[in-house]
């Protein structure tokens, strides 16, 4: 395996990885998050943790003002930490309040840039946009285009997925229905119009990727992202791809995380099976079960966990011996730290609220790490 060189100072983006050392990063923001709209899209991205607790029809999710103060104290808190462990942190221009989304076949509440891993990758000094599964997501990425054309003006390439239409019967539910899970009810209200001919698109999330160097790990879970990775392989023909087939419905991020070369925070070792045969002899830690109780949300009225109840392992490398840990998963923090890692505890106390911890939370545009070959066949 190569050693990883310094980034060239004028060389905008530089990250091949999730692990070597973090030098700029952007973080989201999420003022003005004081609401869901549940439309079909959201339903059905949202569905294994969402559908039990939604009522027909329900459209509107209105959050109380407490917890989205909450949330913007621990962001900031976030933000803070990473700056304090000397990395350079960016931040997406403010959302403004209430917007509405439309195109001519559907409309939809926007979604303020807080989980900026998702609408975006970076893919070696590449930005690449990727293809939003939400509608109300369609133009997040704008809040991050100040930051995209400085990395352009400085070196950094710049490509975009095709824009999905999102037009009613343009998702594919075939991750579910694999399982016999009948999602037919998260779509039974929708309003959007078709368009003749559109079928299934290309639909994708930066959070579907895993990047080791010059491999990456691509979850296609359905039709959507397997057009997706097609698209990557004839536009990265330099990367290694590795499809993960459908080792979740969307992300992975809470799933499998790289923590340096040989070593591996994983869910459980179910997921070896999915990984690729270099992968499955890494040493994994395997996260320990967590002892504080899920928060109470009944004086609020407000029940819709978006994330994953192991949301708290969508934890951000600051390097190969530093990871940012949710403060609330002590149990976690213990057993990084009998591994020798230092630990930065940051709080997140609404984890489940908002679709994303903090890998999520993040998009690091400038990593030491280059296209080395952790993964060499």
């Known amino acids: 395996m190569t050693q990883p060189q310094s980034v060239p100072p004028t060389a905008g983006v530089h990250s091949f990885d999730d692990f070597t050392r973090l030098r700029e990063v952007i973080v989201g923001r999420a003022d003005h998050y004081t609401a869901h709209d549940a439309d079909p899209t959201w339903r059905l991205f949202y569905f294994e943790n969402v559908a039990p607790h939604l009522a027909a029809g329900q459209r509107q999710l209105s959050i109380p003002q407490q917890i989205v103060d909450e949330l913007n104290e621990d962001v900031t808190g976030y933000a803070e930490a990473l700056a304090d462990c000397g990395v350079r942190v960016l931040r997406p221009s403010a959302p403004g ?86 999602v037919t009810a998260a779509m039974a209200d929708e309003a959007a119009l078709p368009i003749d001919g559109l079928g299934l698109e290309m639909v994708f999330d930066g959070a579907q990727c895993i990047r080791l160097g010059r491999d990456v790990l691509v979850n296609a879970a359905n039709h959507n992202h397997e ?30 995380v790289p923590l340096r070369p040989g070593l591996m925070l994983l869910r459980s070792p179910h997921y070896l099976q999915y990984l690729p045969e270099a992968m499955r002899s890494w040493e994994a830690i395997y996260p320990p ?22 949301i708290d392992i969508n934890v951000l490398s600051v390097d190969e011996a530093t990871v940012v840990v949710n403060s609330l998963y002590p149990e976690l923090i213990a057993l990084l730290e009998q591994r020798g890692f230092t630990v930065v505890p940051v709080q997140h106390r609404h984890r489940r609220l908002f679709g994303g911890g903090h890998h999520c939370f993040t998009l690091d545009t400038i990593r030491d790490g280059g296209p080395e070959d952790y993964l060499a066949p």
């Open 97 to 182: 309040k209430d917007v509405q989304v439309s195109s001519p076949w559907w409309s939809s509440g926007a979604t303020p840039p807080l989980n900026v891993r998702d609408n975006a990758v970076i893919l070696g000094e590449t930005i690449v946009e990727t293809a939003p599964h939400i509608r109300g997501r369609v133009f997040e990425n704008d809040h991050l285009k100040s930051h995209f054309n400085r990395y352009f003006e400085q070196g950094a390439n710049w490509l975009s997925m095709a824009r999905p239409a999102l037009a009613a019967g343009s998702l594919d539910t075939a991750y579910f229905d694999q399982q016999g899970i009948d």
């Open 227 to 256: 057009l997706a990775y097609r698209w990557l392989e004839r536009n990265f023909p330099d990367l290694r791809l590795h499809r993960l087939p459908g080792i979740a419905d969307n992300h992975v991020d809470s799933i499998v």
């Open 289 to 310: 079960p967590s002892t504080v109780p899920e928060q109470d949300y009944t004086e609020f009225g407000f029940v819709i966990p978006t994330a994953s109840r192991y």
